[in-house]
């Protein structure tokens, strides 16, 4: 049984008059055409966005080297560094596999570990100085803003990377702890910039992004300019999450050259294009490993030396597996490693029970 409702309209009311029929639009009507209208423009935009990029459409091209052949590298000066960075315990012995892949790389420049005396302990201090990074204390930048994820609480003591002016570095390259190096990369500190770093790569629809990655940076310290950047990352308008990689890329914005992938491999972009990844691993010089950490358990808790192998096999699996390569490219950087400076980590050990 139907019922008929006084207060029903119809969505089009027509009216006819002797001259001619007109359509009056009722608001219900007006509602269903921006709708279908809005679903055009939606789905116009959709097609759009699904034409893959040049490098999610990734394709071997391009076979020329990097660099260009006549490409002058700067001679060894104790006025470049690799710096890395110690902010707790949980990372020593990925800065002291770190640093055993720098040695086979022979590159020319000093090797430097900034660490947060008050967040470290001797012992993690000794474990990541065993393969040669000199332990350099700094101040710790507290977060200005709330918001900030928990495992960055301690990134904006990074910006301390421009305080090393003092100590006579007129130019270095940051890795971030969870990094292996392959390729020597001397060739940085011939920049004539101020600053570089190598796009960043999301897993979600902003894909290959035109922000940098933080984790690995080229800069020429300047405590004038730290000086300025602590002056600011109060009252910057920037997203408060990402900490220090966020508020650099509104810092050097306009100003940051953007170095090739080769330079930061991301493991996000294995997970994102195969196809590039298996492109840039043939000459790649520095892969991060952003998704998956060997040396981690947990939610970023230290895994102790005589459980490091055990652990690095119990992240085969992550991520579908896709990263089990990668993985056992470290697991054999730490082997090298412990085989290297087994003793000296036992006096590491030692020096906890003190």
Known sequence: MFRRYRD????????????????RWTPGGIAIGLSIFLNIIFLWRWWVGTTPTALDNYQPLNEFSLLAPDVAISAASSENAIVTSLYTDAFAT??????????????????????????????????ASVSGFTPHPVARIPP??????????????????????????????????????????????SLPYRFAAVPDVLLDDRGFSSGFNAGVLFLRPSREVLKDMVSKIATANYPAEDAE?????????????????????NLAIKKRTAAMWAGLKKNVHVVH????????????????INKLEKNIQSKMGKHGGIFVDELNEWAVAWRETMEKYGENFADCEALSSS
């Not at 990925?94 to 470290?120: F, R």
């Not at 490993?289 to 102790?304: I, S």
Request: proline share 5%.
């Open 289 to 304: 490993y952003t998704l998956v950490k060997p040396f981690l358990q947990g939610d970023y808790a230290e895994v102790p």
């Open 144 to 189: 200005p803003h709330e918001g900030v994820h928990r495992h960055f609480l301690d990134q904006y003591s990074k910006l301390q990377l421009w305080d090393l002016e003092k100590i006579g570095i007129k130019s270095l390259v940051y890795l971030d702890a969870d990094t292996l190096v392959y390729r020597n990369f001397d060739e940085l500190f």
């Open 245 to 265: 990689q966020s508020f650099l890329n509104h810092y050097f914005g306009k100003e940051a050259l953007r170095l090739p992938f080769t330079y930061n491999g």
């Open 94 to 127: 990925a800065v002291a596999t770190l640093g055993h892949t720098l040695n086979k790389i022979n590159s020319s420049a000093s090797k430097i570990m900034i660490y947060l005396p008050e967040k470290t302990s001797p012992r993690a201090v000794c474990i």
């Open 8 to 23: 029903y309209v119809p969505l089009w009311n027509e009216q006819v008059s002797t001259a001619k029929s007109k359509r």
